[in-house]
């Protein structure tokens, strides 16, 4: 294989196991079926998550997942930000499930930068795009 090709094989299957908050809010916004998974702790959770996601922390999917997401749902999984491997841990685990399933780079860090929708048990809310992540509207 070329050195490009090498190159051009990387990137096609990163692409196929990660995924940013934009093009996992496009999806949400055209109707596509996939669960989307914040794996934080439930401090975290209930401070704030992604609109439409369900709270599955790593530990919890061998028990939980096959019982909450039908088999052949796509999965994809958040965790707080770049610095934080619980989104690599829960698409393990999902993996080994036998589920296809994404990590959304950037986390929950970027989903609310980025002025997507975030929930909290008092309701909804947008957090001001940040010019440095994301396109003022």
Sequence with gaps: MTAAA???AHYRAKLAFETDPAD???A??????FALVDT???EAWAQGR??????LPPREIPARATAEIPAGTPVVVYCWSPGCNG????ALAFA???YEVKLMIGGFEYWAREGYPVVTDEGETRHPVDPLTGVRR
Excluded: C, F, M, T
């Design 40 to 42: 934080r702790s439930a």
């Design 50 to 55: 992604a609109r439409g996601a369900i709270h």
């Design 96 to 98: 080994e499930l036998g």
């Design 28 to 33: 949400q916004k055209a109707g596509r079926r």
């Design 24 to 26: 996992v809010r496009a």
């Design 87 to 90: 989104g690599d841990k829960a």
């Design 6 to 8: 090498d190159i051009a």
